[in-house]
């Protein structure tokens, strides 16, 4: 049971901004052996129902189904959440961006849609980051806009892909990335985005000591601003204290595997290439 024996230590807050409603959504699930958290973004106008919630739901029952680090895993909860929206879109149509970060407590893996963001911070540096999938990161990608730009740039929620997505949907998943003791994970939505800037971010996280201190930093620093009409907006801080450390054990055990499965993969092949000739 990995859990028992590393430290993960989550702070969050979500707030409506300027507006009377909030449709961003944030929850996780920590088990055994995984643990997962999701943060979701409602980009459309339905007075009935939650879209960021009813997306959040879905992932969650899905992850607590079958817990997972499986790449083809994380895209069929994506697609799954992204069915589940188009079906229950009625007099208007359910949208939301979202991102999921999911652990095996010894490495990460994250996928998204749309323009929720995941950063990956050690060692007081940003080291991962996920990329909108909007016509502003595009440009950026074609050297046609900076990075620094996405924020105020006017097609930054003009998306190709997200949650509620009828046709051509497709979630970007990450590969897996080990995780160390005092890695920090900031998961935020675009009211915090589009007002603080990765620079400050990085400032704000690189001397916390707990993420609620992340919390207030980067709450202060967006208030003091007196933003107009200031979206709604959602951070999370998660801190790995203590990862969870794969014994050399396993590791030597695992390298013996691959050395003996080394002959019957080699033979297979050599079958292969005799009747395909």
Excluded at 69 to 83: C, F, P, S, V
Excluded at 86 to 96: E, G, H, Q, T
Aim: one cysteine or more.
């Amino acid at each position: 049971m990995r859990r028992s024996n590393v430290k993960f230590n989550t702070a969050f807050i979500s707030e409506p901004g300027s507006f009377i409603r909030n449709k961003d959504y944030f929850a996780f699930a920590e088990m055994d052996n995984f643990a997962c958290y999701f943060m979701a973004d409602g980009i459309d106008d339905d007075l009935e129902q939650e879209s960021a919630k009813i997306a959040v739901d879905s992932m969650i029952r899905q992850f607590s189904e079958n817990p997972s680090m499986e790449k083809r895993e994380i895209q069929g909860w994506l697609e799954t959440a992204n069915k589940e929206l188009v079906a229950r879109s009625k007099s208007m149509r359910l949208k939301a961006s979202i991102t999921v970060f999911v652990t095996d407590y010894a490495f990460m893996m994250f996928g998204m849609t749309g323009n929720t963001r995941l950063y990956l911070f050690r060692e007081g540096n940003l080291i991962h980051r996920s990329i909108d999938q909007s016509l502003s990161s595009n440009l950026v990608e074609g050297g046609k806009l900076s990075t620094a730009k996405i924020a105020s740039h006017l097609e930054r929620h003009n998306l190709y892909c997200y949650l509620g997505q009828q046709e051509g949907f497709n979630a970007e998943v990450s590969g897996r990335i080990k995780l160390v003791d005092g890695d920090k994970i900031t998961m935020l939505t675009r009211g915090i985005w589009e007002n603080i800037d990765i620079g400050e971010m990085t400032d704000a996280v690189k001397d916390a000591q707990d993420p609620q201190k992340v919390l207030n930093n980067v709450v202060s620093l967006l208030l003091s601003r007196k933003p107009f009409n200031l979206d709604n907006y959602t951070l999370a801080t998660i801190f790995i204290d203590k990862a969870y450390q794969v014994s050399s054990l396993h590791k030597a055990l695992a390298r013996k595997i691959v050395i003996a499965m080394l002959p019957v993969l080699i033979m297979m092949v050599a079958l292969l290439v005799f009747f395909a000739g």
